[in-house]
């Protein structure tokens, strides 16, 4: 597709369980990038891509969030023993390189624990 | 800690007229601003940027002007459209879109 593209777009799932929330990139972006956007906040950084590796994994709100990039394309994000506060939009973005300031984003994946 | 804020909620405007949507930021390292429009069950959408270099920058019905010395952006709509009514995020970035600062965005409602 043209655009980044996210599944699925809503996701309800219970406290306690695993999710994984995928996102697909522009064709040949190599930066991706995970934000999370809670409730009347604007969207929070959560990691960066350059290729493979994660060059930026500040955002992470504890080890119960993983991200992972093995082929340089599609991206995965992994959240463990999920809780009530995970609750959120959970946005991905795409540049074509890290120095692009135009990064573009997902639709998200709005993720209710319940 | 909010390093970008914007702190009205939301904004009306009359067609036709100029909406101006504000943004102040703490850190004084930001070297890139960005504003980012939202649709309801969409991504933001990128609008216009500015490098700190610079003091204004316009493409089209779309202005953003930055005062470093205050911190403060702003973003000015003219004409202002029915279409433009979404929510407006400000963002600002230190190197690069690797890791972008948002503010908590500004609902802004054009009425025809």
Known sequence: GAGVSQTPSNKVTEKGKYVELRCDPISGHTALYWYRQSLGQGPEFLIYFQGTGAADDSGLPNDRFFAVRPEGSVSTLKIQRTERGDSAVYLCASSLNPTNTEAFFGQGTRLTVV | ?112
């Open chain 2, 1 to 112: 800690d909010q390093q970008v804020k914007q702190n009205s909620p939301s904004l009306s405007v009359q067609e036709g007229r100029i909406s101006i949507l504000n943004c102040d930021y703490t850190n004084s390292m930001f070297d890139y601003f960005l504003w980012y429009k939202k649709y309801p069950a969409e991504g933001p959408t990128f609008l216009i940027s500015i490098s700190s270099i610079k003091d204004k920058n316009e493409d089209g019905r779309f202005t953003v002007f930055l005062n470093k010395s205050a911190k403060h952006l702003s973003l000015h709509i003219v004409p202002s459209q029915p279409g433009d009514s979404a929510v407006y995020f400000c963002a600002a970035s230190i190197g690069g879109a690797n890791n972008l600062f948002f503010g908590t965005g500004t609902r802004l409602t054009v009425i025809p």
